[in-house]
């Protein structure tokens, strides 16, 4: 953690009022109260496992960082460095989508703080194959190679393009597309400059408050990447059928007309969906941790110039973050 302090090495008073194991140095033998400690680091009772490996923006390991100097601000965002959750990359609104010490624009996975692996508890933000991506947001994390190009916690000004005829609203750090009728649609989307002799991975979190279910329409929302401006693309959806069953769905955004390529019944209101371009126009749609759910070829170009974003039809979805990942 990275919030109130000066140098360590003074005086025990000058430490901050909210800190955590691994986060004070401690050369001169001086910890706060309730801390002992060991090995050079101040260490809470009870905690004896390996500090942290996590690169942060300073180039240290996070936690056992010493806090920032109230009289600079490396960054000029109007955040001293004693309170700035990113010191060296500009935040004036300090947004920390998952509450941990790293603001969105330097956390190595701003959406998950931890993560579930064959049911045991993760930290999001290590960071296995060294590329940046912390390994709860890698989609390889044991490949060098990925790239986080793109994150919104939908905070503040949202510097996306809306389209459709229902207009997103964007309150308390989420996006809200509420179209109720068979023929209603909203997007949030966002310019990207993609590579194409890779893979890309947009993943967004939801809440389907409601889908219509007709014999003719049934729809929802997810994740979506554009290859053509913001007409044809494909994305990852989760909604119900036309049984009314609920569904996750790989489908074909065609001006806006979604056609499901393939689908899998009985998956949760609550939900992280993502959209994967393997190769050429093959994707998968998964239900995160990462569970391949429906895959196929979608007719769409593939674009150096793309959108990618968040979707809804004929749906009342929340949508709480989105992010792009590019790489193996």
């Known amino acids: 953690m990275r919030l109130l302090g000066v140098v360590i090495a003074a005086l025990a008073a000058c430490y901050s009022p ?31 496992g390996a500090c942290g490996q996590m690169n942060d923006d300073m180039g240290m390991p996070a936690d056992a960082e010493i806090d ?16 700035d959750n990113c010191r060296t990359i500009s935040n004036p609104d300090q947004a920390n989508e998952d509450g941990d010490v790293f603001g969105d624009v330097c956390d190595p996975c701003p959406p ?34 990925d790239r986080l190009v793109f994150f919104s916690g939908f905070n503040g000004a949202v510097p996306g393009t809306f389209a459709g005829p229902v207009m ?12 109720p009728n068979s023929q209603d649609w909203g997007a949030v989307s966002f310019p990207i400059a993609i590579d194409t002799s890779k893979s890309q991975y947009v993943t967004t979190a939801i809440h389907v ?9 049934a729809e929802g929302g997810g994740a979506l990447v554009f290859f053509d401006g913001a007409s044809r693309g494909a994305a990852c959806m989760r909604g119900i059928d036309t049984a009314n069953n609920p569904t996750i769905s790989l489908v ?34 998964n239900l995160m941790p990462p569970m391949t759910i429906a895959v196929g ?27 792009f990942v590019e790489g193996n």
């Open 18 to 48: 909210s800190y955590r194991d691994c986060e004070v140095l401690c050369a001169s033998g001086t910890c706060p109260a309730g801390f002992s400690c060991e090995q050079g680091v101040c260490r809470t009772a009870g905690f004896s």
């Open 68 to 83: 920032g100097n109230a009289m600079l601000d490396t960054d000029m965002d109007g955040k001293n460095d004693a309170i």
């Open 112 to 145: 998950l703080a931890t993560y579930l692996e064959n049911n045991v508890v993760m930290d999001a933000n290590l960071d296995s194959d060294n590329d940046l991506v912390g390994d709860g947001c890698d989609p390889n994390k044991l490949q060098f190679g």
């Open 168 to 179: 997103p609203m964007i309150s308390n750090g989420d996006a809200r597309i509420a179209a």
């Open 209 to 217: 408050n409601n889908v219509i279910a007709s014999p003719l329409v």
């Open 252 to 285: 074909e955004v065609n001006n806006n007309n979604p056609i499901t390529v393939d689908e899998t019944q009985a998956t949760p209101m609550d939900a992280m969906v993502r959209v994967k371009r393997r190769s050429g126009t093959q994707f998968d749609c």
């Open 297 to 323: 070829p979608v007719n769409v170009p593939i674009s150096p110039q793309s959108r990618v974003g968040v979707y809804a039809r004929s749906a009342d979805v929340v949508f709480h973050w989105v992010m």
